[in-house]
């Protein structure tokens, strides 16, 4: 029975690494179907996408991130987060001009506490006379 518990932990730990590779592979497959339909839900072109997976899929699969095996597991849900980051669509922000932009008033000036000067009376000095 022992020797039997042990060949079953011996074949798990040497079968681990390629069944580890197998998931990844398949969690990126999944992350890159997902983008492609949601492309074409939008009704965007998919061929560049499907460039981009293709190549990303070669590299996840020819280079490990990390020589070390325990490195490079714990770096591939950061490898999966990079590949979707270059999914990403970035625009650069809007230009203006000044075609587009409306012309703005010029600020209107507010006017003193206590109103306009005209309205105010000036207090008398009591007192002195001439």
Do not use: C
């Not at 592979?25 to 839900?41: G, P, Y």
């Not at 000044?98 to 309205?119: C, F, I, N, V």
């Amino acid at each position: 029975m022992r020797v039997l518990v042990a060949s079953a932990l011996w074949l798990a730990a040497f079968a681990s690494p390629a069944n580890d590779q197998e998931i990844q592979r398949a969690l990126i497959q999944r992350d890159q179907q997902s983008a492609e339909f949601a492309a074409r839900v939008r009704g965007a072109d998919t061929s560049a996408l499907q460039q981009l997976h293709a190549r990303q899929l070669l590299e996840a699969t020819t280079q490990p991130p990390h020589p070390d095996p325990a490195v490079a597991r714990q770096l591939q849900p950061y490898q999966r987060q990079k590949m979707a980051d270059e999914r990403v669509l970035a625009l650069p922000p809007p230009t203006v001009t000044s075609a587009t932009r409306p012309e703005k008033p010029a600020p209107r000036l507010l006017p003193l506490p206590g109103g306009p000067d005209r309205l105010i009376d000036p207090i008398p000095q009591q007192g002195l006379t001439h």
